[in-house]
C-alpha cells in the first residue's frame, strides 16, 4: 500500500561542464547583492575551482567575503564565526563551495542570521526555525545529497564529547546547485567510493520500509541503486571518465531531494542514525561510516522486511533466486559487503579504524536515543538494545 505525498524541489540545477560559469548570474537572481563565500579546507584552492567561482562572481559584479576552513562533521564555532563575519561584512546570501559539510555550514550560518537565539538549539531540537537567508550551493563532491535535501547536520565541538545533530527544514533547500563533475575529479578515491555509498544508503534507507510504497518508486531506487554501483565500481579504475561522474553526481541529488521516497511511509534511517554518533566520537568520513555498519544492520533485520530484501538481492545486486528466500535474501547482502570491498570501503568498525569499548557502545547508543527518539527505523524498529547489537556486530566483526 503507498501513501500521499508532497514533493517540491525549490532548488535549481544548473549542471554541466561549463555550469559555474552561471553562478555570479544565479545569485544575482536570488537576489544576493553580497556573498559569503564559504569552503572546506583547500582543495577548491588547490584544484583552481575557488578561482574560476570568483570569476564568476566578479564578471556579475557581485561583491563577496571568504570563509574557508570548513572541516569534514562541521562545527558549530565555525558556524558562529560564519554569522558574525556574515554580519560585519553585510553579507546576505551563502554560497557553499564544496560538499556536504560546506552546505550544511552555510545552511547553519543561513539560519543564524535569520533566527533569534543560539542557532544550535535547533539542532538540540529546542526551537524551529522560522527564516533562513538564502543558500547557493557549488558543489565538488557527490554524496551527501545537501545540496537539494532539507538537511543540516552540524557537530557541537564546544562540548565533550561532541554531539552531531541534525536538523531538517523546507526554508533552509538551497536555492541553486551548480554541478560540473569536472570538479568531482580530483577527489582522492576514498572519498569519491565514500560518496558513491552514502547515495546509495540514501536511497536504500527510503526504500527499506515495511511502510508501503509506490512500484515506481521502487522502480527508480532500484536504478538509481544499480547505477552508481555500476559507476562506483568503473571510478575505481577510470575516474576522470565525464559520463560516469555525472551519472553519480545527479545521482546523489536525486537520492536525498525526496524523491526515493515519494508514496512510501517510514523509510530506515537507522544506519545513518548510529553512524552519526561514531562520526561524532571519532570523527570518521561518512560514508565510510555507514558502510562499516550497513552489513551487520541488514543481517540483523533482513527476517523482518523480506520482501524488499528479496527484490533488493535481485534487482540491484543481481542475485540469482533460488528459490529458497533466506539463502536469496542473505545472498544479496553478502554481495552488498563484497562490493563495499571492492571499492575500498570498510565493512566492519575495525577497517574503519575505530575500536569502541563496551562503554563507548553504551555512549553511542545515548547518544542516538537524545538524538532521535527512544524507537527509529522502520524495516525494523529498533530500540537500545537494538542499536548496542548492530554496534556489537559491526565492532567484533
Ligand atoms: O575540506 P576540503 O579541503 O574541501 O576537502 C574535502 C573533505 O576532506 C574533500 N573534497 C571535497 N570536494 C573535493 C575534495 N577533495 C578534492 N577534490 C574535490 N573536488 O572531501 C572531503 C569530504 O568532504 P565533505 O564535504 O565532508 O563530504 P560529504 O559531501 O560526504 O559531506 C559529509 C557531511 O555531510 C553530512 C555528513 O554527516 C557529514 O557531516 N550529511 C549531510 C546530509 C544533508 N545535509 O542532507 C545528509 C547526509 O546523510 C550526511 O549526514
Ligand atoms: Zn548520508
Not at 500500500?1 to 561542464?17: D, H, I, N, Q, W
Not at 554569522?83 to 543561513?110: N, P, Q, Y
Not at 531540537?125 to 558543489?139: E, I, M, N, Q, R
Not at 554524496?143 to 561532541?162: K, Q, R, Y
Request: hydrophobic share 40%; glycine share 10%.
Amino acid at each position: 500500500m503507498s501513501y500521499g505525498f508532497e514533493f517540491c524541489l525549490p532548488t535549481k540545477v544548473v549542471f554541466g561542464r561549463d555550469a559555474h560559469e552561471k553562478t555570479g548570474a544565479l545569485v544575482k537572481e536570488c537576489g544576493g547583492t553580497k556573498v559569503l563565500l564559504h569552503y572546506g579546507s583547500g582543495s577548491v584552492v588547490r584544484n583552481g575551482v575557488l578561482d574560476l567561482v570568483k570569476a564568476s562572481l566578479d564578471a556579475a559584479g557581485v561583491p563577496y567575503a571568504e570563509l574557508g576552513g570548513v572541516v569534514p562533521n562541521p562545527h558549530l564555532s565555525k558556524v558562529y564565526e560564519g554569522i558574525d563575519l556574515c554580519r560585519k561584512e553585510g553579507c546576505d546570501f551563502i554560497l557553499a563551495v564544496g560538499g556536504g559539510s560546506v552546505i550544511d555550514s552555510s545552511k547553519a550560518i543561513a539560519y543564524g542570521l535569520r533566527c533569534e537565539g543560539d542557532v544550535w538549539d535547533l539542532f538540540d531540537h529546542k526551537g524551529t526555525a522560522a527564516d533562513c537567508a538564502p543558500v547557493g550551493v557549488v558543489l565538488t563532491i557527490a554524496a551527501s545529497g545537501s545540496e537539494t535535501s532539507n538537511s543540516c547536520v552540524i557537530t557541537n565541538d564546544l562540548v565533550e564529547p561532541h554531539l552531531k545533530r541534525w536538523y531538517d527544514s523546507e526554508i533552509a533547500r538551497a536555492r541553486f546547485a551548480v554541478m560540473n563533475p569536472e570538479f568531482t575529479m580530483t577527489l582522492p578515491a576514498y572519498q569519491t567510493a565514500a560518496g558513491c555509498a552514502d547515495i546509495m544508503m540514501h536511497t536504500m534507507e527510503r526504500y527499506f520500509t515495511n511502510g508501503g510504497s509506490l512500484e515506481i518508486t521502487d522502480a527508480l531506487c532500484e536504478a538509481l541503486l544499480r547505477t552508481v554501483k555500476d559507476a562506483a565500481l568503473k571510478l575505481v579504475g577510470d575516474p576522470d571518465d565525464y559520463e560516469t561522474r555525472a551519472a553519480v553526481m545527479w545521482a546523489g541529488s536525486l537520492s536525498h531531494d525526496g524523491l526515493m521516497g515519494c508514496g512510501c511511509v517510514g523509510g530506515d534511517g537507522v544506519c545513518h542514525n548510529l553512524e552519526h554518533e561514531v562520526g561524532a566520537l571519532f570523527g570518521v568520513t561518512h560514508g565510510a561510516g555507514l558502510c562499516a555498519l550497513w552489513c551487520h544492520w541488514a543481517r540483523y533485520v533482513h527476517s523482518e522486511c523480506m520482501y524488499k530484501f528479496k527484490r533488493f538481492a535481485v534487482n540491484v545486486m543481481g542475485v540469482a533466486d533460488t528459490g529458497d528466500d533466506e539463502r536469496t535474501v542473505l545472498a544479496g547482502i553478502d554481495a552488498m559487503e563484497e562490493f563495499f570491498r571492492a571499492i575500498g570501503m570498510p565493512t566492519n568498525l575495525r577497517e574503519l579504524g575505530v575500536e569502541p569499548t563496551e562503554e563507548e557502545i553504551r555512549q553511542m547508543t545515548r547518544m542516538c536515543v537524545a538524538s532521535n527518539a527512544p524507537e527509529i527505523g522502520s524495516a525494523k524498529v529498533f530500540r537500545e538494545e537494538d542499536m548496542v547489537k548492530v554496534y556489537q556486530m559491526a565492532a567484533e566483526a
